[in-house]
């Protein structure tokens, strides 16, 4: 019953639609109606504005966080914390109070990651980091660190490097989470092919993408 429970609680944090509900009750606007239509982190940021940006952003990623680490706090050991962290992602991408259309999955991933193993998480910032300022695009980003990680669980542990050693669940964890990210992100993927996705105004843009304008 109390898995149960911490299943339910970690899916409904991850049902809060945080880009959504700031846009409705502080700015009067229906990110759906706007850019990309996602309720997501990036789209907050272009449409909304930075301020909008990083609170949608801390509390996605604190989504993740708090359902991950709420085991412990409970003191129930019987479930990996990952697990329980699995399903505030799974609510973030299929949220009952938006009619299952929501974000990503990357700051909420994220979020899952710095309660379970913060230090793969700097590593894959890094590569996040060093992605978009060459390429300009949060989304190659995203999908550049979801490739990375599956590599990473499946080679580090070999070498004893940030992953000591082959846990199992981690693995499929994060196959499976990163897997859902790339799928995700498969509309942006077509837009990089035909070099109109979107860009951040900064970085190198070696792709030479050039969006459209409205």
Same mark, same amino acid.
Request: no cysteine.
């Given at each position: 019953?109390?898995?149960? =429970? ?5 899916? *409904? $944090? !991850?049902?809060? &639609?945080?880009? +959504?509900?700031i846009g409705k009750y ?40 708090l359902a991950t680490v ?35 999955? =990357? ?5 899952? *990651? $710095? !309660?379970?193993? &913060?230090?793969? +998480? ?54 499976l989470i990163a897997s ?35």
């Amino acid at each position: 019953m109390k898995i149960f =429970v911490l299943i339910l609680i970690a899916y *409904l $944090l !991850g049902s809060i &639609p945080t880009g +959504l509900w700031i846009g409705k009750y502080f700015y009067h606007t229906n990110l759906r109606e706007h850019g990309s239509g996602n309720t997501g982190t990036t789209n907050t940021f272009r449409i909304l504005g930075f301020k909008a940006g990083i609170v949608t952003l801390t509390i996605d990623i604190l989504k993740g966080t708090l359902a991950t680490v709420l085991p412990g706090l409970l003191g129930v050991t019987t479930v990996s914390p990952l697990l329980i962290g699995f399903f505030a992602i799974l609510g973030h991408t299929l949220p009952i109070f938006a009619q299952f259309k929501g974000g990503k999955a =990357v700051a909420t991933s994220a979020g899952v *990651l $710095l !309660g379970y193993a &913060p230090a793969f +998480l700097v590593f894959l910032i890094v590569v996040f980091l060093v992605t978009l300022y060459l390429f300009s695009m949060i989304s190659l980003s995203s999908v550049t660190v979801s490739v990375v990680g599956i590599l990473s669980v499946l080679i580090f542990p070999s070498f004893h490097f940030l992953l000591q050693s082959y846990d199992w669940l981690f693995t499929i964890l994060i196959i499976l989470i990163a897997s859902i990210i790339i799928v995700r992100h498969r509309d942006n993927m077509k837009r990089i092919q035909s070099k109109t996705e979107n860009l951040v105004p900064f970085g190198l843009n070696l792709s030479h993408q050039k969006p459209k304008r409205a």
